[in-house]
């Protein structure tokens, strides 16, 4: 566990590091659920989860953008697992004239599970408890969002957004099920930091 979240700092440093003066960053929380995408919206219990990300634009015209995410994301599901997860996802988005938007992204990302109930294993006649080094998945998913920018003029605006994020743990159990399927409801915001260092070059 300690080497995933070191490796959560190294990649957030890298990426920080690596933008210009302004820079955007995205921070959500967010609902995790087991569900077959597109049947649910709003499950309970609450599952929590944190994302943080940063975007790369590509292409940016009047009423829309290419660009492309990097995210470090968190999810508790006392029934299930943790996971710390590492995502990028190319998203296309169409900002109407009086601020709303709308956005869809594709995404794949690496996750590593920890079980948060304690696991056993029967050896020679006796239960042991099992070491948890967590499991490595390969996560792809699909997102939809709805936005608002605060501030028309500036390009650089505060946006607010609700997105429902589609994705597909592989592999979950291979001997059992071999994909899952969960569904997150993200609440968040967009915003931008600046750089006094590169503003000083």
Known sequence: MNRVLILSIFFASTVL???GKAIPINISIFNQS???PFTRFLSTPIHPGLQVGTE???QVK???RLFQTANISYFYHNYLAQGIGFSTEFGYEYRLKFGLSISGLLGLGYMHTFATTEEFTFTNGNYERKADKGNAKLYPSFSL?????LKMADNNSPKIFIR???WAEYPYSPDFIPIMTHINLHVGANFFIYS???ENK
């Open 145 to 149: 969002d709805i936005g608002y920018y």
């Open 17 to 19: 590091i690596g933008q």
């Open 164 to 166: 429902y994020q589609s």
């Open 34 to 36: 087991t569900a077959i």
């Open 56 to 58: 790369f634009k590509y």
């Open 62 to 64: 009047e009423n829309s």
């Open 196 to 198: 006094k260092l590169n």
